[in-house]
């Protein structure tokens, strides 16, 4: 997933970059919201998710994110020190879709990417497009929960389709122990984690493509699509 950053300070920017590219996101940086502007300005895929800090050198951040707001839908969350519910309030009124007060904790402001980036594609698809992923031979229907593999049904448990399914639904993106954790299991990672090795183990050998479920050392797994 493409993210735009916008951040005036270059050394919390390029903390927050690495930390972000080990997750799996590519990592545009705006130092202005000058810069924030004219990165919208369409040029190959667009942006999954905008980081806007709000104090910015050219313009207020509450001005930036509405004119982000007039060009597209793609999901803001500010990232602001102003912690007052007022500034809350009138974040959320101008088309934020988070906001998040420093300092916070990178683990949480990865959910919340997430989490936003989820509820756009839900939104996105809520039409019936998009019902039915395919990833080489794999066919996954999430309406019906059925998984098949070249043509030939393959039956999965209830925690196996949907920890398959929130993979699937964003291809490439690097998703956290703790987060499959949460939403596969909804419960808390200890004690947790040997059933998420056991879940992924079944899925591998069940779609008989190994490589489709990456392993990503010390963070998680995603899914990754075979080249066609």
């Not at 970059?17 to 369409?42: C, K, M």
Request: aromatic share 4%.
């Amino acid at each position: 997933m493409r993210l735009l950053l916008v951040e005036d300070d270059d050394r919390v920017a390029a903390a927050l970059s690495a930390v972000l590219t080990r997750h799996g996101f590519e990592v545009t940086h705006a130092r202005s919201g000058q810069e924030a502007l004219q990165a919208l300005v369409p040029a190959g895929a667009p942006f999954g998710v905008i980081l806007l800090d709000l104090g910015l050198p050219d313009q207020d951040g509450y001005e930036v994110c509405s004119k982000i707001r007039r060009r597209t839908s793609t999901p803001v969350i500010m990232v602001t020190a102003r912690s007052d519910v007022r500034s809350r309030i009138h974040g959320l009124n101008l088309g934020a879709d988070d906001y998040v007060v420093k300092p916070y904790d990178t683990g949480e402001l990865l959910a919340r990417i997430h989490a936003v980036s989820r509820r756009t594609a839900h939104e996105d698809t809520g039409s019936g497009a998009q019902s039915t992923l395919r990833f080489g031979p794999v066919r996954i229907e999430l309406p019906t929960r059925r998984v098949s593999v070249d043509g030939t049904v393959v039956q999965l448990t209830r925690k196996e389709f949907d920890l398959l399914a929130l993979l699937a639904q964003r291809p490439g993106v690097v998703f956290r122990r703790e987060q499959i954790i949460s939403e596969v299991w909804h419960t808390s990672w200890e004690g947790t984690g040997r059933t998420l090795e056991v879940h992924v183990a079944s899925l591998r050998s069940k779609l008989r493509v190994p490589a489709l479920i990456e392993t990503v050392r010390g963070v998680g797994y995603r899914l990754v699509a075979p080249a066609v």
